[in-house]
């Protein structure tokens, strides 16, 4: 047994078992700090800013630079709007991974392991009391999926980097429930997560080059995989679902070498035809972190 799958043995033994997860809410707030007005901060004080669930706003994809930039992606034009700098007070700590929910709130990973709520509408912040697991679950992607087809309830997964597999956060009270090991050729690979409206979750595989696959969200197996000829993930990498594509961001010129400068490349993966397309390179920042919420439409969008 390799020892990434080891690790997730032990991790499933160890876990806390969870309630189903649901839609997070601006009510749902255990873990708000006591005396506070729900644990919110921004840089004035004031609340965070929830949108309304799947607002036009929330089916744009949002992604975060290595210098805290915010910005959000349409897909269709391929336009980056500079939504400001990401100030919650970590400390110190930069973010590394994002998923976004239906309220527009991306749970944003840090280097510390610390998982932070933000508004994406006016970048407000909530600190959470997740605490990263001992053993697994320390660094990991994680995408927002429904659990149906077209449904409005949602589960945020999570993919453990050191190769242990798929887990689920719930979202109320925090637990982490392990699911499975990846199977076949990415058991024990690291990979980004991206889920949709219709049910389904999908990773980012970081092997050379590149694969995208679907992933079952009931065992973490993997269903199917994609090589992405050309596409390697470099020293940052990042993942979305938009309209029946896949747009991935990466900072790493061909075979695998880091790229020292001029930003992320935004490279399409279109299922539909097998095509692999990059459609901006090097956009003068380095993206570290995407989210796009199950309000993203799930169909070729023209």
């Not at 900072?251 to 035809?273: C, E, I, K, Q, W």
Request: hydrophobic share 35%; with cysteine; charged share 20%.
């Amino acid at each position: 047994m390799a020892p990434a799958v080891v690790l997730a043995v032990a991790f499933a033994l160890t876990s806390v078992s969870c309630a189903k997860s649901t839609r997070s809410g601006i009510e749902d707030t255990p873990d708000a700090p006591a005396g506070s007005s729900g644990g919110f901060v921004s840089g004035d004080g004031g609340p965070i800013v929830k949108a309304p669930e799947c607002a036009d706003d929330n089916k744009d994809v949002f992604v975060i630079a290595e210098d805290r930039s915010f910005y959000s992606f349409h897909p269709p034009t391929l336009e980056f709007k500079n939504k400001g700098l990401l100030n919650c007070p970590t400390g110190g700590a930069t973010p590394t991974s994002m998923a976004v929910d239906r309220d527009g709130i991306a749970w944003v990973r840090h280097t510390d392991g610390a998982v932070w709520k933000v508004s994406t509408k006016d970048l407000s912040c909530e600190a959470t009391k997740y605490q990263p697991q001992a053993e697994a679950f320390t660094k990991f992607g994680m995408g927002f999926a429904t659990e149906t087809k077209g449904g409005s309830t949602e589960v945020l997964y999570l993919s453990d980097s050191n190769g242990a597999g798929l887990a689920k956060l719930n979202t109320t009270t925090l637990a982490l429930n392990f699911i499975g090991p990846y199977t076949g050729d990415l058991a024990g690979t690291t990979s980004e997560l991206t889920g949709t409206g219709d049910g389904k979750l999908y990773g980012f595989f970081v092997t050379s080059p590149a694969q995208v696959g679907e992933i079952s969200k009931a065992t973490g197996d993997i269903i199917n995989a994609k090589p992405l000829a050309g596409v390697y993930a470099g020293t940052a990498w990042a993942f979305s679902a938009y309209g029946g594509d896949f747009y991935i961001y990466t900072s790493a010129d061909g075979g695998n070498l880091p790229r020292n400068g001029g930003g992320s490349d935004v490279t399409r993966y279109r299922p539909s035809d097998g095509s692999v397309t990059v459609l901006k390179s090097k956009i003068g920042f380095k993206i570290v972190g995407a989210g796009v919420s199950t309000c993203a439409p799930t169909t070729l969008v023209k």
